[in-house]
């Protein structure tokens, strides 16, 4: 193996880059290669510059660098495809993400190219993320928390002096707030179950009411309400407000969207601001658009609308700028349509929420008139139509 050699080159600026120490020797040999070549250096600072590296340490514990790992390697020529397998049991999962870095620099610098998405650029999986404000004005990142200490943090401020003196005034109300690209699950003061989507915003209150469970919600969430007679659960969003009388429901109210329910069983009914009402029954779904006041109601596979709750996705005759949104607010992309036809070109696919984008978009390049590409976090959408 010589000093030079594109693997072992990109292990030790891995290992550097993610805070790992290096031998002596390993030191020695990668400061070398970098004082060798101007392009050595500029390979370097580009592979420092990749966003995120906390999260591709998280994606490593997961074993998703081993996995697009193994996709990449059957990319590369046959000639090559041997050795390097030979030698990538002893890289890093997450070292491995930063050798597409270094492996579209080698092939650039050698003329060595295909027509495909660009290797060079990192679109990675969300992960789970959260950060809840306390009603005392307190922030927690409660990523690495589990329920026992969520509730227990949620306990010592109920139980607080300033907490029993505020009550006498006021409702005290917590707001969880979950980032793009990340996801949280909840349990409420009543039992109830909440599962978040990425870019989403859940208030609620420290106790319950004795005629009323309310909470407040922008973005999208999935509820599993607990059942209590004659104390009915209600979601206030900006459009109207969900009643549920003991139910499993995913609700999606984001900003600038329609708003739109998908009833899984039970019963929930909407209320607009203007007072107008419909009830849904399982398997409906409502969309609600205040822009124009149009309100529909139709009978849906409710698997397409909580398939992100089994981490993945699942689109069926979607436009793509809607496929396009709901993958960005995952993965934590901007989406950039070059023509405008292209935003309305139907298509269908299902995805690992944990698995790499550019699975799902090669389909789609391969099913349709369209093409992708990847700079640094905006992926470019252009088609033909």
């Known amino acids: 193996m010589t000093n030079n050699d594109p693997i072992d080159i990109s292990r030790l600026i891995a290992t550097k880059l993610l805070g790992r120490k290096l031998t002596d020797e390993e030191e020695q040999r990668l400061e070398q290669w970098l004082l060798s070549d101007e392009k050595n ?8 510059q990749l966003r995120d590296v906390e999260r591709m340490m998280a994606l490593e514990e997961k074993n998703y660098g081993r996995r697009e790992a193994a996709k990449f390697v059957r990319r590369l020529h046959e000639g090559r495809r041997r050795s390097i397998l030979l030698r990538m049991g002893t890289v890093a999962a997450a070292a491995v993400l930063l050798l597409g870095v270094l492996f579209w620099w080698h092939r650039s610098e050698t003329g060595n190219t295909e027509p495909q998405m660009a290797e060079s650029n990192l679109i990675v999986p969300g992960q789970t993320s959260a950060v809840l404000t306390l009603a005392d004005g307190r922030q927690l990142d409660v990523r690495r928390m589990t329920a026992a ?54 208030r609620f209150p420290e106790t319950f009411g004795t005629d009323e ?8 969430a999935f509820f599993d309400v607990s059942h209590e007679a004659g104390r009915p659960f209600i979601v206030d969003t900006e459009r109207g407000n969900i009643t549920v009388y003991g139910t499993r429901f995913c609700l999606t109210a984001y ?17 607009t601001p203007t007072g107008e009402e419909v009830r849904l029954r399982p398997s409906d779904r409502l969309t609600y658009d205040d822009a124009t006041g149009s309100m529909s109601v139709r009978q849906v596979d409710t698997s397409l609308y909580t ?6 996705f699942a689109f069926r005759d979607n436009t793509l700028k809607d496929i396009m949104t709901s993958l960005a607010r995952w993965y934590d992309f901007t989406p950039r349509f070059d023509n405008e036809e292209a935003r309305h070109i139907r298509l269908s696919g299902q995805l690992g929420r944990r698995e790499d984008v550019r699975t799902l978009l090669h389909s789609f390049e391969l099913t349709a008139d369209v093409k992708f590409h990847i700079q640094a976090d905006t992926i470019i959408i252009t088609s033909n139509h």
Do not use: M
């Open 255 to 271: 900003t600038g969207n329609p708003l739109a329910a998908v009833l899984v069983n039970g019963s929930i009914g909407f209320r």
């Open 41 to 48: 250096r500029a390979a370097y600072e580009r592979a420092a």
């Open 213 to 220: 469970r309310r909470v407040a919600l922008s973005g999208e």
């Open 307 to 312: 398939a992100w709750l089994e981490h993945r």
């Open 149 to 202: 200490q969520v509730d227990a943090v949620l306990d010592s401020v109920a139980q607080s002096a300033d907490a029993r003196q505020e009550k006498a005034d006021a409702v005290l109300c917590h707001t969880l707030t979950i980032p793009r690209g990340g996801e949280y699950h909840c349990t409420l003061p009543d039992g109830t179950q909440v599962w978040l989507n990425a870019e989403s915003q859940l």
